[in-house]
């Protein structure tokens, strides 16, 4: 190797190192869910040409996330399930979740020959996907359903195969309607099946509901929505049927603001107000209470005020439904709680 | 053949004296060159040896929470965190036997024909477009099983053999379209451009003498066939075994045929699942500890099913050309 080249080498890094010194403290790293990723993405977007900060996020996955955090590769991460007690014990120091947006998970079905809107009550759901109800004319089908007839037709439940957020938001809800699921199956990203098949992803549910006649299968709002798909209401806590929308989801959130205030990661899900549509769960930001470098902390404190403030008007051009007033609250005290090196970060706010 | 002869019978200054004039140094360049191969081979080999260590040391606390229960239990609830590997064991074995199954009559018939019988043109515009085949990407296979072959099966084939075959269990149950056989065609239609390929290729190898000689005899063209194939068998059961190998891990197209479900059934048209499909499916978002290691143990164990399929490969092809041997020598 000629010097000239060796000199010309140390001059690259040189500038290299130059380059990348005060950029770290403006370029923010995440990784996470898939589930909100379209409008992360929008958000860094919108950020960067605002702030100049840059922000690079890998959905790679809730789970994947959790370890990113866990590690500490990365500024913050994002989960669509809240971690368990036993979960943040195995955190090295406090993690805080910021709910960033709701999504709400409807439920789609092919009933050829049937006009009109299925309505579905909590024991429907959880019966068809138990495997106890197991043809659409069943009884307790049409006494849901007065005044429709219903086809002699097999129920073919359909479900992700994946794990997923979408798997989770479902089977916590069937856990909070249904003890048996609670005591059988229980709620997680994925889960035991006792009937149904499974397909890959949003597109893959849909697909299978799509093609096979007698099928139902959930999906999250956004898919279903962009691919009108025939969705069921589905019977709230106040015995009102709704039909999955974002203001419905919103007015889920909003019912649980009081849950939400005294523990951020609680279940949103079969809330009782009657406009609230109950299949629905937050997504989270995950980021340690305590922060290392000062410069970054400080620039992570300011994207997450401005996506839980200005932000949110994004959220719905993009269906995801966005926060109530109320756990915009939450999430601003939660923000006060940040601190580097033990000092607060937002206290002039 | 007769200068490949010389040079082989000859010493090293006739080779040189054939116009490949070396430099003095020659060894020291052979060393060098023996060197740098040699550690290539190795870089191949501890690549595998790594894969394998980290694999092992990932699946660890799954070893340890299970032991062999592990390979024996169907039961798979990540919500109560107990794994077991059976389903997914079972799912990928029958679909890639089905898969060979379906391919090896329509590989090895194929080659035989485009080898043999075909013009020499034709032959080769052929095997061109079924190389082309093999270059698809699996999720396009996928797509295909899933909007083209699933309706066709669920509202043709599979009532058909339900009420024609429906005595057996293999054939009983729901037609949903999507399933293990379903993943079986699909696979089939995957692995059979290598095989088709690799048959052909080995068939053009043969000396043209053998079948010249079987027609002497009196052969028929079929029985002159014959001949051929049984010549060529060590080769054509390494095609299969390199479609075999390809069908056991693939992912992306079997899963999204296959139903996705730890359910065993006899049962052909019922949903079930492979080991690469299941990591597939919740590697990213397996939130627990023992969940990701029980994952991947399961790639340990496809890791182990594929060394066994390759050394009973290794194991036959031997045993066809021991036998081949054996007869030269005695004729």
Known sequence: MNTRLIRRMIGAAALVALAAAPASAQNLTGAGATFPYPLYSKWFDVYHEKTGIQINYQSIGSGGGIQQVKAGTVDFGASDAALSNDRLKEMPRRVLHFPTVAGAVAMAYNLQGFTGTLKLTPDLISGIYMGTITVWNDPKIAAANPGVTMPPAPILPIHRSDGSGTTNIFTTYLSLVSSKWKELVGANTAVSWPAGIGGKGNEGVAGLVRQSPGAIGYVELAYAKQNQLPVALVQNKAGKFVEPSLASTTAAVAAAADALTKDVRAPIANAAAPEAYPICGLTYLLVYQDQKDPARARALANFIDWAIHDGQALAESLDYARLPESVVKVNEASLKKLTAGGKPLMAAK | MTGSITVAASSPEAARSLGRPRPRSAPWADLACHGLLASLAALVLAVAILILFETARGAAPSISAFGFRFLGSTEWDPVADRYGALPYLYGTIVSSALALTLALPLGIGTAVFLAELAPPRLGEAVA????????????????????????????????????????????????????????????????????????????????????????????????????MLDAARPGLLGASILGLGRALGETMAVTMVIGNTNRISASLLAPGATMASVIANEFTEATGKLYLSALTEIALVLFALTVIVNALARLLVRGATGARRDIAGAA
């Open chain 2, 128 to 227: 061109f477009l079924v190389e082309l085949l093999a270059a698809i990407p699996s999720i396009v296979y996928g797509i295909w099983g899933v909007f083209v072959l699933a309706p066709w099966l669920r509202s043709a084939l599979e009532p058909w053999l339900v009420a024609h075959l429906g005595l057996l269990p293999l054939f009983r149950g729901f037609p949903f379209g999507i399933g293990m056989l379903n993943a079986g065609i699909v696979l089939a239609v995957m692995v059979s451009p290598t095989i088709i390929s690799l048959s052909r290729q080995i068939l053009l190898a043969l000396p043209g003498s053998l079948r010249e000689a079987a027609l002497a005899m009196g052969a028929t063209r079929a029985e002159a066939i014959g001949v």
